[in-house]
């Protein structure tokens, strides 16, 4: 059960983190972000359905890293208050990438287990919490070997 | 008009107070109550307020002016811009309903701690 204060701080911090994820999105959107104006120029169809997927993750994936690098950039929080923001933000964050999964962009997803291993990871983390840091730590190790694979599938498309 | 009070359960009459010194003690602890919770409402409001805010400038100017430039532009093909403008919706709609359930899970939170708090007082009253 958490404290009122480490509720409402809990509270605050994971609205500050959606909004500025949202602050990008608009961002790309409206300022030709490199990597969104670099799908929407695909001319290959099945290319930019990629690109997209991979755009989508990234920005999904960056709402966790800007949560672990805002608890890296305060020393002072206990072990036990990262275990609770972290555990907190996981909660709530499942739910994002349940709406996710129900987009057009991640339909037929080129990465099969792009989502469900997101998903396994954060419940997991959820339901074992006294491994929560090995669970964090797993999860962003997922997002990099994403990240090389939808290089690699790229790159595959580039040379045909 | 038919049952408009049915939601509210009666209070039985053994529970019923009229005694104004009563009536008094309630509503002083009641004030004294709702002034403790008053960063937290105030909060609250200003946690909504911001939310709406930001919605309401997402769909007034964000996504027409990010519609209009994307249309505008030549290269890119119809169903590249028809994704995108879907996604880019979709994706942020997904975030405010994401970001209202922390409010709302906030409110509920604060909501049942003064219920019980209100419960203590009624019982002493």
Known sequence: ?160 | MGDLFGQYTKVPPEYQQDNLETLCQYEEHYMRLVRNYAGEIREIQTMMENLRKERERFYRKILPETERKIQADEVLSPEAKKQWIEEFRTNMENSFRISEELISHYVTSNLNEFKDKMKKIVDKV
């Open chain 1, 1 to 160: 059960m958490f404290e009122e204060e480490n509720y409402r701080f809990c509270t605050r911090l994971s609205l500050q983190i959606m909004r500025e994820q949202r602050e990008c999105l608009c961002h790309d959107s409206t300022q030709h972000g490199v990597a969104l104006y670099t799908a929407l120029h695909e001319t290959n169809p099945q290319v930019r359905h990629l690109r997209f997927q991979y755009y989508l993750v990234d920005w999904f994936d960056n709402h966790w890293n800007n949560l672990r690098s805002l608890l890296d950039r305060h020393p002072e929080y206990t072990v036990d208050q990262k275990k609770q923001i972290t555990l907190f933000f996981a909660e709530r964050f499942v739910g994002l990438l349940d709406m996710m999964s129900e987009s057009v962009s991640m339909a037929d997803l080129c990465i099969p287990d792009l989502l469900s291993i997101r998903k396994t990871i954060l419940k997991k983390m959820i339901e074992t919490s006294e491994k929560w840091e090995k669970k964090s730590d797993e999860f962003c190790l997922q997002n990099k070997k994403c990240e090389e694979q939808f290089k690699a599938l790229i790159m595959q498309y580039d040379k045909q």
